[in-house]
């Protein structure tokens, strides 16, 4: 969502450069990205680039809700109506608050592969365990995979966890918000089922499964287990001692 007017279209390198000319020189920066324009021609696919303004006052504008309150609505849901299917926009919409999660560098490495019809969800749930008295009841399920091409040393080896899984998050928070009951399926996986799903699904060597995510439209009333939460203490320490 844009808060302000975004930049005219330009590239995010050439809102480095730009940046950067102001203050010294860029010469070296410059050629290198007129190579890389050069190669990708005239009508590569420009986006949006650089800095925008934001105010504070907008910020919270926009970001005004009860979010503990929208948090603590949310359940695991297990119970579904399985007459109803979900619409192709409320998938639509629920990824599009998805992407909005970060992702290290911005890279976006995360890819959803969307099942609604009865039988394909069958299929991928056959190679799954956990969804055990309410996998015939789910309206779709989403397989969360994120492409590890992206990252290239050693110590980012594990960062596709960390993005995935917040993408899954607001993932099933989108959905959530949508008015459907998710439930996270895990992917604890051995080789051999990973490489069933992997077949199944058509998902390539360089993306590894995430997480899987089961939803629907909720019945009008239905229970779900009393998941407490542990004492707030247990989870924040503030200001601990340093060494
Ligand atoms: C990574 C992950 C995997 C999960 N896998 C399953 C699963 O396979 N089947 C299931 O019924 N619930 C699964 N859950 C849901 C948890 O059981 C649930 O989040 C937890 O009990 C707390 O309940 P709540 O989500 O209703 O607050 C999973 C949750 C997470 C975060």
Redesign the pocket.
């Known amino acids: 969502m844009t808060l302000n007017t975004p930049m005219p279209l330009t590239d995010v390198l050439s809102a480095y450069v730009a940046f950067n000319a102001e203050q010294g020189d860029v010469s070296e920066a410059q050629a290198l990205l007129d190579d890389l324009l050069a190669v990708a021609g005239p009508g590569h696919n420009i986006r949006p680039g650089g800095s925008e303004a934001v105010s504070t006052a907008e910020i919270v504008r926009q970001a005004r809700m009860d979010f503990v309150s929208f948090m603590e609505a949310r ?2 849901v ?1 119970q579904y109506d399985s007459n109803r299917t979900v619409a192709f926009e409320k998938i639509e919409r629920a990824i599009r608050a998805a992407q909005q999660s970060p992702s290290s560098c911005n890279r976006q490495t995360c890819r959803v592969y969307a099942f609604t019809e009865k039988p394909s969800i069958a299929r991928v749930l056959a190679h799954h365990d ?2 055990r008295g309410f996998g015939e009841l789910l309206g779709g399920v989403f397989v969360v995979t994120v492409d590890l091409s992206h990252w290239n040393t050693v110590g980012e080896r594990n960062q596709g966890w960390v993005d995935g899984g917040m993408f899954a998050m607001t993932l099933a928070l989108g959905l959530h918000a949508e008015g459907l009951g998710a ?4 992917w604890s996986a051995a080789r051999e089922q990973d490489i069933k799903m992997r077949t199944c699904v058509g998902i390539p060597d360089n993306e590894i499964i995430i ?1 899987l995510i089961g939803f629907g439209h909720m019945r009008d009333e239905f229970r ?2 009393v ?1 407490a939460r542990k004492p707030i203490d247990m989870v924040l320490t503030h200001e601990p001692s340093l060494r």
């Open positions: 359940h695991s297990r956990g969804n439930c996270m399926l895990n997480t779900v287990p998941s």
